[in-house]
Nanobody, 122 residues
Framework: VQLQASGGGLVQAGGSLRLSCAAS????????MGWFRQTPGKEREFVAG????????VYAASVKGRFTISKDNAMNTVYLQMNRLKPEDTAVYFC????????????????WGQGTLVTVSS
């Protein structure tokens, strides 16, 4: 499975961005997808996850109510809609895939895309 993340950029606080993660290769209906983020000197942080069908989602407390994860099965693409962005959301965002549930532990994911940088200015 190959994952390609895109959509990062510079935005002012309070603004919105939508990240995309396109999956290719062997994709299965039992896969879950997650979004993580990382800033220099900090551990990778779970942001949101979704099961392949899109029926179930999970969010980190820090983004719940502001971010929405969704999936376009026809396009094999997962999105992360980020609203009301804050400077503390600044990070490199990664998408990841695994079989099963979208857990928050990054080490349990088998596939990772390259990061996309999100910068939120105050």
């Amino acid at each position: 499975v190959q994952l390609q993340a895109s959509g990062g950029g510079l935005v002012q606080a309070g603004g919105s961005l939508r990240l995309s993660c396109a999956a290719s290769g062997r994709t299965y209906s039992s896969y879950a997808m997650g979004w993580f983020r990382q800033t220099p000197g900090k551990e990778r942080e779970f942001v949101a996850g979704i099961v392949w069908s899109g029926a179930n989602t999970v969010y980190a407390a820090s983004v719940k109510g502001r971010f929405t994860i969704s999936k376009d099965n026809a396009m094999n693409t997962v999105y992360l809609q980020m609203n009301r962005l804050k400077p503390e959301d600044t990070a490199v965002y990664f998408c990841a895939g695994r079989v099963g549930w979208p857990v928050s532990r990054g080490s349990l994911y088998d596939y990772w895309g390259q990061g996309t940088l999100v910068t939120v200015s105050s």
